[in-house]
């Protein structure tokens, strides 16, 4: 059998990592910039996260959630007390696609209503729902294609107020900061006017925090950078730091019923301790405070260097944009200078998305680098 062919693969074979590298089977060392697609939130194989799934994992790594698991709670309480999201409910599944496609289908239960507004270059996952309301008609299939949704420009405040006004909207769902798109963001009056909007509209709003979430933009929520509270945020990729984990946390506006929701392996034991150990390692070692920290370091090297010409996104969701395509210089910088980076639907944009806990000497290896591959 062979494996479906639908990631165009850089020719590198990762065998292990810890902290900020990776290395290949040759014991080639890689400086990871791009976290496995902002992922690795507290850095590869952190002592703390390793004992947490090694220890549960011999003793439970799973039951159904037909029983109680006290893990879940511990892990609501514990989201809770870092994020400051008072009174959210916690459902837990196993990705962001998954997150998101939860968080509709629940506006939907709740609003009893079906279209959902959605923005242009966002991204929000591959399943039903999900890849609906994703701005990219090269990933959705004839199938996906029968959910209403309106895609409209972010800070076109005026299209939103009249769509939602024919009062058929379950959904407004939006990225804080575009990642797969290229790190664009709103206007803060944009997003705080969309809030009042859905309120005003019996339209539930939901911050799409798959990526952004976790500490990664320099706030728990990029969310809380407005004034603004999200009747649903949806969570994966930091959370479980390579461990698949997503999910929602629900406004307590909203109220749960048996069987409105579900899932065989989310919320399962070892997922809630992978989640556990990485909260517990993002306050313990105070990666939100190094986020801001490096953020400002990064940024202020970055705008000396002349081929940069804007630098996007906030915390350690950045973007570099240059003015000429950058695949070719992420293969320098993999193949010559064995740093990862990311790319984006901009294609003038290199992405950078490291662990949480980089530090300046690594900032100083990648700049080194890009100046010398900008410079052959
Ligand atoms: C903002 C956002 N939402 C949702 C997703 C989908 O997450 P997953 O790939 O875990 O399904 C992504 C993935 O890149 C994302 O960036």
Known sequence: MSVFNVYPLYEVTPVSAKGIYVYDKNNTEYLDLY?????????????????????????????SNAVQNPLQEELAAKIESLSGCKDYALFLCNSGAEANENALKLASFKTNKSRVIAFKNGFHGRTSAAVAVTDNAAIIAPINAQQEVTILELNDIKSVQRELEKGDVC???VEFIQGVGGLDQANAAFFEQLDLLCKANN?????????S????????????YYKLTPDIISIAKGMGNGFPIGGILIHPSIEAKFGMLGTTFGGNHLACVAGLSVLTVIEDDHLIENV???????????NTIPQIKKTKGRGLML?????FEVANLRKKLIYEHHIFTGGASNKKVL??????????????????ALVAALDN
């Open 35 to 63: 976290g496995g697609h902002a992922v690795i939130s507290i850095g590869h194989s952190h002592p703390k996260y390793v004992e947490a799934i090694t220890n549960q994992v011999a003793k439970l790594g799973f039951y």
């Open 292 to 302: 801001n920290e490096m953020s400002a370091y990064f940024i202020k090297i970055a």
């Open 203 to 211: 339209t539930l709003f939901i911050a799409d925090e798959v990526q």
């Open 319 to 323: 973007g570099l944009e240059f003015d």
């Open 351 to 368: 992405r950078i998305l490291p662990p949480l806990n980089i530090d300046k000497e690594h900032i100083h290896q990648f700049f080194d």
């Open 213 to 224: 979430g976790y500490g990664r933009s320099g706030k728990f929520f990029a969310f809380q």
């Open 171 to 173: 959904a407004v769902i």
